[in-house]
């Protein structure tokens, strides 16, 4: 189990609600053996528009800010981001930890999170 300092401000449900991926973050591929998919929505985005993940196309006008933000999912495959269990990266990992998943690759998730929003983040004033 992870030491690291991690209080995530937002579940995965508010995170989509307020636009984070544009609306396209699922809407990538489904992956190949990759057997938690459909039981991440049936446990955390049951209730949630699909409209908010699962476009192919990202919407600068379902972000909050109403920018783009991220960068595109064949990037972050080519500079091997994901950890083959979880191959959509590190919000399908948020949400199976946010589901009680604990992992191996949680401290290096969880320091991804602190780079970003942690106590020193650099967007911790923006969120």
Same mark, same amino acid.
């Given at each position: ?9 937002l ?7 307020? !636009?984070?991926?544009? !609306?396209?973050?699922? *809407? ?6 990759? =057997? ?10 049951? &209730? ?6 699962l ?7 379902? &972000?909050?800010?109403? /920018?783009?933000? *991220?960068?595109?999912?064949?990037y972050w495959?080519e500079?091997? @981001? ?6 959509? *990266? ?6 199976? =930890?946010?589901?009680?998943? #604990? ?6 998730? /969880? #320091?991804? @999170?602190?780079d970003?929003c !942690?106590? &020193?983040?650099? @967007?911790?004033?923006? /969120?």
């Amino acid at each position: 189990m992870s030491k690291l300092e991690f209080y995530p401000m937002l579940s995965p449900t508010k995170m989509l609600e307020e !636009g984070v991926f544009g !609306g396209s973050y699922f *809407g990538v591929e489904v992956l190949e053996g990759d =057997y938690d998919y459909q039981s991440l929505f049936q446990e955390t985005l049951s &209730n949630v528009s699909s409209h908010l993940y699962l476009g192919n196309k990202y919407k600068p006008s379902n &972000n909050k800010f109403k /920018i783009r933000s *991220g960068m595109p999912y064949d990037y972050w495959k080519e500079m091997n @981001w994901m950890h083959e269990d979880d191959p959509y *990266g590190w919000f399908e990992w948020y949400i199976k =930890y946010f589901n009680g998943r #604990r992992h191996p690759d949680d401290d290096r998730q /969880i #320091r991804r @999170w602190q780079d970003f929003c !942690g106590r &020193n983040g650099r @967007w911790k004033e923006n /969120i």
